[in-house]
């Protein structure tokens, strides 16, 4: 990879590159101080209402039942979060705010939906002595209700607390997906316990196959209407327009998750729902997900490009930071040097990507001075990496 200076040009302000490598070790400056408090206060009260509710089901299920159901619930958790990963990989999240939606989910919105389901039993036994809730309004009016709104709620803080880690819809989408696989998780673990519980390892099965093989990503593809609808928010301007939006994907996961659990609680044929209703509207949420990373390889590309017209980069570092297969061959290299140099290449690509998406913010005049600050430092840590490189 080349070392090209500076350019002259005044776009975008160059900063003075520091001569020592530490800067490339250190975090980059800049970013909202408020993501990290936030997403360390959040991570605490996740994890406490998280022993709360594990407390609660060790009680309701015993410890070995939720010990099996635990395990089992980890293989639909696993295929979850490794497509996660390999859809957020182009620009990766921070691992601190995807503790907090992942704790969010599995924790904070199941205790939100446990307490509403109690007070309306209690309700329905005050004002209906000897009365049970309804288990059709429960499933498919109570339910889709009550758990996209807990989950959303988790989708929106991140946005509220941390603005700078929302580029786009992708985003939302990932943030949405994280929460969503931690109450996936959960509620797994609730209905493989009493399945084991009430009828057996042959029930346990049957609820395995149905939850943990044919809807894995179920409340995934619900609670991602939701984020998805924040990140388009965030991406025209973000503001009180915000909550507009919010509302807009609630209402489509709530309709969806109604239309998922009602196609389960009044269909004959199970197997032939699956295969009309939920298949294609899988299909049609991995084509949408495709599409939103191709977008996100497009910008980065494009904004890159005006830095290599300005002396920043070569246009073949461009081609080796800004497509899949020129990041590969960037690797490669990394990886056959002595020593290797893997890390900091990784490094390298993850800085040059969120420079150009703090670009992507400048340039739609939604980034402030937080995304200025970020592009200024940013750019001084991809010049003391590229020197480490090149030693």
């Known amino acids: 990879m080349s070392h090209l200076a500076p350019g002259p040009s005044p776009y975008p302000v160059a900063p003075q590159p520091v001569a020592a490598a530490p800067a490339w070790a250190e975090p980059v400056r800049g970013r909202s101080g408020s993501g990290s408090v936030f997403a360390i206060i959040g991570i605490v009260i996740g994890g406490l209402v998280g022993l709360l509710v594990v407390a609660y089901l060790a009680l309701a299920l015993g410890a070995s039942v939720l010990a099996i159901g635990s395990l089992l619930a980890l293989v639909p958790l696993a295929g979850v ?18 503790w907090f939606a992942f704790l969010w989910g599995a924790a904070v919105s199941v205790a939100i939906a446990l307490i509403v389901d109690l007070g309306v039993e209690l309700a329905v036994a005050y004002t209906q002595p000897g009365g049970a809730a309804d288990e059709v309004v429960r499933t498919v009016v109570q339910a889709p209700i009550v758990e996209e709104l807990a989950k959303g709620l988790g989708v929106l803080l991140v946005f509220a607390f941390a603005r700078w880690q929302f580029d786009g819809p992708l985003d939302g989408l990932v943030y949405a997906a994280v929460v969503a696989a931690g109450f996936a998780f959960t509620e797994n673990i609730i209905y493989f316990g009493s399945a084991l519980i009430e009828g057996g390892a042959e029930s346990l099965g049957a609820t395995f196959v149905v939850r943990g093989i044919f809807s894995p990503f179920a409340h995934v593809l619900f609670t991602a209407c939701t984020g998805l ?5 965030a991406r025209r301007g973000g503001g009180a327009g915000v909550i507009g939006w919010f509302f807009l994907g609630l209402a489509g996961a709530i309709a969806l998750h109604a239309l998922w659990n009602g196609s389960l609680a009044f269909g004959d044929d199970a197997i032939g729902l699956y295969i009309t209703v939920q298949v294609p509207i899988f299909v049609a949420a991995v084509l949408l997900t495709l599409y939103l990373r191709r977008q996100e390889v497009r910008v980065t590309r494009r904004r890159l490009a005006e830095y290599a017209g300005v002396g920043w980069f070569s246009h073949a570092e461009v081609e080796l930071l800004a497509t899949p297969a020129g990041r590969r061959q960037a690797k490669a290299w990394a990886r056959s040097q002595h020593p290797p140099r893997t890390a900091t290449m990784k490094r390298l690509i993850a800085d040059a990507t969120h420079l150009a ?22 750019l001084a840590s991809i010049v003391a990496g590229r020197q480490a490189l090149l030693r």
Not at 229 to 233: L, N, R, V
Not at 361 to 377: K, L, N, S, Y
């Open 229 to 233: 609808c924040i990140g388009i928010g």
């Open 81 to 98: 979060l490794l497509a996660v990963r390999w859809v957020d990989r182009w620009e990766p999240e921070p691992r601190g705010a995807l």
């Open 357 to 378: 998406f703090a670009r992507q913010r400048i340039a739609t005049g939604q980034g402030g001075a937080v995304a200025a600050a970020d592009e200024q430092a940013l």
